[in-house]
């Protein structure tokens, strides 16, 4: 956080997919996540890059790290 | 004078005579001097030698002074009403310069009446309190729709959006301990043309955000049926009332959904009374 106007975002992975985020630290839990799941829940704060209408998801780097990348949702496909 | 006949007691006839001449040139010279002398009264020579004396010991002007006094003497006065109007005017209250810039700002054409405004005024608070009451208060929300947050407060409820479920949720912030909200929600999905349910949903003030889709009367409960959770291309109408309370307000909340990772459209209705 280097720009004092901008907030914080937490983001929440579930199986290394965007679960949800927010910008209010009271919901920067699992605590809405089934409790089957949290096990398999990562949360990333102030994630570079992320504008709040990406969809993102965690993927290896050549470290063996996660890291988030985004993409953005196919447009709908018509049968 | 050199001669005087009562000097004059031993001499002759002839030189007599000359004396006589002499005297009466004398008398005619001392009568001729005394001719320029008018006086009425009797006067103290010695007290006006003194006086003069004293008079010319005196200490006179500068002639400086005599100038100013002559510049003095030369200046124009002001008079008796002048300076009763000065008097009048230092007694007059002062009209500060931050006054006349404030009222040259006020743009005016003509007369206006202040109190019919502020009875006009007070006429349209009064009209907007019964249209409040009249007709509901809509409020529009744009939201992603997976970001977890807080998307309305009026100090009686508060909406929040819970993006992991996609599903609206409320906490009730202002109300007797005895009184229940119910309420109920409808959704329109690809998998469902349909689904509704409804319930008392609450009783006092929450303690934490209670879903739309059953009961959950402890103030701490928060019951999710994920049955009701919003997919891509859906909508859901929400809403709240309460059980046999007339003050407190109704709520109606409709939510739009394309993509559940991008902005949902939200429309609170809020009715009073």
């Known amino acids: ?79 | 004078m050199s001669h005087h006949i009562s000097n004059n007691t031993e001499t002759t006839a002839s030189q007599n005579g000359v004396d006589l001449t002499q005297a009466k040139a004398d008398i005619v010279a001392i009568k001729a001097k005394t001719d320029q002398i008018t006086i009425t009264n009797p006067a103290n020579l010695s007290t006006m030698e003194s006086n003069i004396s004293t008079n010319n010991a005196k200490v006179g002007i500068t002639t400086q002074q005599a100038s100013d006094i002559t510049a003095n003497n030369s200046k124009v006065g002001i008079t008796t009403t002048q300076a009763n109007n000065i008097t009048t005017n230092n007694s007059k209250i002062t009209y500060p310069s931050s006054a006349s810039t404030k009222l040259a700002l006020i743009g005016i054409t003509s007369s206006v009446n202040l109190n019919s405004l502020v009875s006009q005024s007070n006429t349209n608070v009064s009209d907007i309190t019964t249209l409040n009451t009249a007709y509901p208060r809509n409020t529009i929300v744009s939201w992603v729709g997976n970001q977890t947050g807080n998307i309305f407060f009026d100090g009686n409820i508060t909406l929040n959006w819970d993006g992991t479920n996609k599903q609206l949720r409320f906490s009730i912030l202002s109300i007797a301990s005895n009184q229940y909200m119910t309420g109920g929600v409808k959704i329109t999905k690809p998998t469902s043309q349909g689904i509704q349910i409804s319930n008392y949903l609450s009783l006092g003030v929450s303690t934490a955000f209670k879903y739309f889709t059953g009961s959950q009367i402890p103030a701490s409960s928060s019951i999710l049926n994920s049955t009701y959770n919003m997919l891509n291309y859906s909508r859901a109408v929400y809403w709240l009332q309460p059980f046999s309370l007339s003050s407190f307000p109704t709520y109606e909340i409709s939510v739009f959904m394309g993509s559940s990772s991008s902005y949902l459209r939200i429309h609170i209705k809020k009715y009073n009374n």
Not at chain 1, 13 to 33: G, K, P, R, S
Not at chain 1, 48 to 59: D, H, M, N
Request: proline share 6%.
């Open chain 1, 1 to 79: 956080m280097t720009d004092p106007n901008e907030v914080d975002r937490w983001l929440i992975f579930l199986n290394d997919e965007l679960l949800f985020w927010t910008e209010d630290e009271q919901f920067a839990n699992f605590n809405d996540v089934g409790e089957e799941d949290r096990a398999n829940c990562e949360m990333l704060k102030n994630v570079e890059g992320f504008t709040g209408i990406q969809s993102a998801r965690l993927v290896l780097d050549a470290s063996g790290n996660k890291i988030p990348e985004f993409y953005e949702q196919p447009p709908p496909q018509l049968d």
